[in-house]
């Protein structure tokens, strides 16, 4: 590859970058835009990397964040309050296979070489437009090669992530993994188990969206045996299944992850995903195969009261499976007619209830659920006197006060 003369770098990265040199410190972009660009991806969200120690750094600029000092990473603040990481040249000094403890006082050349593949260690001078690039990503960008800089044993057992870091690279612009890396990868990938479950989740997340074919992917992850080890409910997806991700409609990793999931919850919970897309997750496996009758909306009505969170993905999967029935067409259609489907849509409550004379405990919330159930089947019956009257009649039934708990 023959650099470009010049990279089109934002005015107020470029600001950045002239403040420190004008304070006296080697300023470069490097990272991951230098290479989007050099692929021909845009990208203007330039990492700075600087002989500024971080001190020094907040010193040049009235408004800084930290974003991790003690690795060397101060964010810039620009006029809208976005931040601009600048990082000080650094040095790894001891590894555990997942975090680094760095020094400072290094020099770029020593910086390039501690990232983690040839592609993501080209720096380039925003302003005398020079290029650096000891590692020769050039060529690897060329022959689209991921490399790890170095030995690659070494350097996966520094920090695991780095071997899923290989493989997202590599779905993403279909390139090869190198042969003496990917062997690497391969012997290392017992190390993974040692990733914090967060770390794994954004790379497993970002991999499935950013992905030029997700399906690639997820048989990459399989393939090195990072499935087996993180995401083992993924065992018996089929080649089929894994194929249908790049038809789904949109590349949602919550979706994406439960389709192929045989128990999405357990899986979601394992990557540390939050309460609500665990739910969803879960409703997703529990209702995957009910499929409700399209031309019926009163079957419509129900089955999306009961799947809630999880409507929107199995109205894509049906999309998949069978685009002809025109669930999503009659879902739309029933949530644009804004009738009620959840118990917060009732023309009454829980109080309304109690004040009725109905005792405090779970009979509250099973006769919602059954006025729910008469408002699902007809909708005109969501008004405020006739489900009084109804839950009137149900206070004649309700057997003495035994829901009640002790008096006080
Ligand atoms: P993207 O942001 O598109 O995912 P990126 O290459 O910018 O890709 P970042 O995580 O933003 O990735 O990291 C910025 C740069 O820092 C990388 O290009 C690489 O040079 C370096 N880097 C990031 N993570 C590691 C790591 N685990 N080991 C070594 N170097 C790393
Ligand atoms: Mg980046």
């Not at 020593?110 to 080209?122: E, G, K, P, S, V």
């Not at 790890?148 to 071997?163: A, C, K, N, T």
């Not at 590599?170 to 017992?190: G, P």
């Not at 309460?275 to 496996?285: I, M």
Request: charged share 30%.
């Amino acid at each position: 590859m023959i650099f470009p003369p010049r990279l089109p770098i934002p005015e107020v990265v470029r600001d950045i970058a002239q403040r420190l040199e004008d304070a006296g410190f080697e300023t470069w972009c490097v990272g991951g835009a230098v290479r989007d660009n050099l692929l021909g991806y845009a990208n203007g969200d330039f990492d700075l990397a600087t002989a500024a120690t971080p001190q020094e750094i907040q010193r040049c600029f009235r408004r800084t964040i930290p974003l991790g000092v003690e690795h060397g990473t101060v964010g810039v603040l620009d006029r809208n309050n976005r931040p601009h990481e600048v990082t000080t040249f650094r040095r790894d000094v001891k590894t555990d296979g997942r975090r680094a403890v760095v020094e400072f006082g290094a020099s770029l050349d020593d910086d390039l070489a501690r990232r983690d593949f040839t592609i993501n260690a080209i720096a380039y001078h925003a302003l005398q437009h020079k290029w650096r690039d000891p590692l020769d990503g050039a060529s690897d960008l060329d022959a689209k090669l991921i490399r790890s800089v170095g030995e690659p044993d070494q350097r996966f057992r520094e920090d695991y992530l780095r071997i899923l870091r290989a493989l997202r690279f590599a779905a993403r612009f279909e390139f090869t993994i190198e042969q003496r890396t990917l062997n690497a990868a391969r012997r290392n990938v017992d190390g993974i188990k040692l990733l914090s479950a967060e770390r794994v989740r954004d790379e497993w997340f970002k991999g499935l969206t950013t992905a030029a074919q997700a399906a690639a992917f997820v048989r990459s992850w399989q393939e090195i045996g990072a499935t087996e080890i993180w995401l083992p409910e993924l065992a018996g997806v089929t080649e089929q299944d894994v194929a249908q991700l790049d038809r789904l409609p949109k590349r949602d990793p919550v979706l994406m992850t439960s389709f192929l999931s045989e128990d999405a919850q357990a899986t979601l919970r394992r990557l540390r995903c939050s309460n609500a897309e665990v739910d969803r997750g879960a409703r997703f496996t529990t209702f995957r195969d009910v499929r409700p009758n399209p031309e019926s909306d009163v079957d419509v009505r129900r089955w999306l009261a009961k799947v809630g969170a999880a409507a929107d993905d199995l109205v894509a999967i049906s999309m998949l499976r069978e685009p002809e029935a025109g669930l999503s067409a009659t879902v739309e259609r029933v949530r644009r007619s804004g009738v009620p489907l959840t118990l917060g849509d009732l023309a009454v409550d829980g109080d309304d209830l109690l004040a009725l004379g109905l005792s405090k405990g779970p009979i509250i919330g099973k006769v919602l659920e059954e006025l729910l159930e008469e408002v699902l089947e007809d909708p005109a019956r969501n008004e405020r006197a006739g489900l009084l009257e109804y839950a009137r009649r149900r206070v004649e039934t309700e057997p003495s006060r035994r829901d009640s708990g002790p008096a006080a």
